[in-house]
């Protein structure tokens, strides 16, 4: 299994490398050609161009995890609607570790 994130702040970051082993893009859509069906991606819902990229990510039959502010509802029903797991930011650290563990 290969964790490829798209997580700019450096915090969440840290975060998700304790977790698990991650290569991280520098913009949403460099997700795409490199995403296989083996991979686990993980994305912040609430940076610019995520949303856009989701269909495609998910469409690879790669397991998509996205994490937003508990406040932007319409983001995390927008990004479930594709086929990403999508969380609040908090249940998603809480339970980042488990959700790496294959």
Do not use: C, D, N
């Given at each position: 299994m290969t964790v490829l994130a798209y997580v700019p702040d450096l915090m969440d970051?840290?975060?998700?490398?304790a977790a698990a082993p991650a290569t991280f893009v520098t913009r949403p859509a460099d997700l795409v050609p490199t995403v296989t069906g083996d991979d686990v991606v993980v994305v912040d819902l609430g940076r610019p161009g995520v949303l856009d990229v989701l269909p495609a990510l998910?469409?690879?039959?790669?397991?998509?995890?996205?994490?937003?502010?508990?406040?932007?509802?319409?983001t995390l029903e927008e990004a479930a609607a594709t086929g990403c797991r999508a969380m609040p930011r908090s249940q998603f650290f809480r339970s980042l570790e488990a959700l790496l563990t294959p």
């Open positions: 970051r840290s975060k998700v490398s998910v469409a690879t039959g790669a397991l998509v995890l996205g994490f937003g502010s508990h406040v932007e509802r319409t």
